[in-house]
């Protein structure tokens, strides 16, 4: 297993932005206990949404959600409002993770007597946390796709792909790397550029591709990451789809991955049973994606890559994912650095450059 540092990627071992976390589904009328980023959290339901708070009580160091017995748990005042209580002693914790009550207490409240709260926010079905090592408020929000409300996109139910012990730097890597897209998911690619637009890494592509497109019918995709950990494909070929990604790193070199298919509706929708006809679109999609998952979960760290001149462009891919791991401003000098654009040698960069290549040769 490799680390962050393994890969010299900056000096906090995790990345800064949004990550998910859990289902909105998952979070019933218990706290659950959740370990991302290399920390112990709790995730409840507040009357004002769900609070994602550190998982100890600064007390005596209670773990605040992993309790059953207490008559703070059987009384069920655990959760008030937006507020926890600690099952030990009863102190009381708001949304913000001060102190707000001390039952047998009315002096007042030390100001030490608090956890770190950490910003969420649920959208698409999601929980989504932001996290930055030194505790800046969020620069950007989460993305929302659009089609999600729309009545002609099915909605995806997230596969959960389950923990990797591969550090997320690898997944990342996938964006720049044109070249394992014919032997590993048998797609002959006609164009690749990636573009670099801030906390944005896009990836434009397109061609054939054995499992996700008919034959004699281009694939083209429009991918994106939206800072480190989530990534949405556009993908347009004999139908079309949003591909969602999300990867949270749960301890340093280990990730979590969830996996999900928005599916716009055709004449080719069996009537009335759309969701089945999501659902089988959406397995063979992460088929596509297992394919790289396969290899992920078997290789070795990749710390240094033995690049060749007809790679894809590895190290800019890896200098944008590095900005995450750093304090900010070395993350705007990193932006500052990066090229508008890189493509790979051998390959046209757009549609309209390979559909010239493809004229001039017919006319040779
Ligand atoms: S340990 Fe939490 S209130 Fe005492
Ligand atoms: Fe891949």
Known sequence: MATTKDYRLGPNAFPRGW??????RELGDTPLSLHYLGRDLILYRGTSGPVLLDAYCPHMGTHLGKNESSFVVQD????????IRCPYHGWRFGADGRCNQIPYHDGPI?????????PVRVMMGCIFMWHDPEERAPDYEPPFIPQWDDPNWVRWELDHLGTLPTHPMEIVDNMADIRHFDAL?????????????GHRYIQYQGGGHRTLT???VMLETVTYYDGPGLLISHQYGSDTVLQFICHTPVDDGVVEVWHGLLCQKSAATPPGDDRTWARARQAVSRTAFVQDFEIWGNKLPARSILTIRSDGPFSKGRQWYGQFY??????????????ATATCRGIPASREEALGDLAQSAAE
């Open 326 to 339: 750093q304090p900010a401003d070395r993350q705007r000098e990193i932006q500052r650095r990066l090229p």
């Open 214 to 216: 008919a034959n004699d």
């Open 19 to 24: 990550f998910m976390i859990a289902e909105d």
């Open 185 to 197: 998911h048998g797609s002959t690619v006609s164009y690749f550029r990636v573009e670099f637009e």
């Open 76 to 83: 069920k005042i655990w959760l008030e409002g937006d507020s």
């Open 110 to 118: 030390p100001k030490a007597a608090r956890i770190r709260s950490w």
